[in-house]
């Protein structure tokens, strides 16, 4: 009973000395000086928000039939195409998938071996 009275108060609207509530913004006027950096940073984070969301966005863009075509000209054994295809498109797949592309046929020494493995 005694928590249900304090929650219940807790909630409670702010009320001036004449009995009228406070809207939010005269709640932030009435904050001060420390208001306008808490402000500041509200948009900042608002900002970001968005940006990071149109960024992820525009990353998982996958262009229609994109690894189809790319798979296509590979197995016709046209790397040059394949590549040039991925560099049309500016997506981090297309990129990704250019850098595997371009080391098709070459071979790579690991570290530590003393001759070519694979």
């Not at 940073?41 to 992820?56: D, P």
Request: hydrophobic share 45%; net charge positive.
């Amino acid at each position: 009973m005694i928590l249900l009275q304090i929650v219940t108060d807790a909630v409670a609207v702010p009320e001036t000395a004449e009995g009228q509530s406070l809207s939010v913004i005269e709640l932030a006027i009435k904050g001060g000086f420390m208001m306008v950096p808490i402000a500041l940073l509200w948009v900042l984070a608002i900002y970001l928000f968005i940006e990071r969301i149109l960024t992820i966005n525009k990353a998982n863009q996958d262009p229609e039939g994109f690894m189809g075509r790319v798979k296509e000209l590979v197995l016709r054994g046209d790397i040059g195409g394949a590549k040039m295809l991925c560099s049309q498109n500016n997506t981090p797949v297309a990129r990704m998938i250019e850098k595997g592309v371009s080391r098709i046929g070459s071979q790579k020494e690991h570290r530590g071996c003393h001759r070519k493995c694979w």
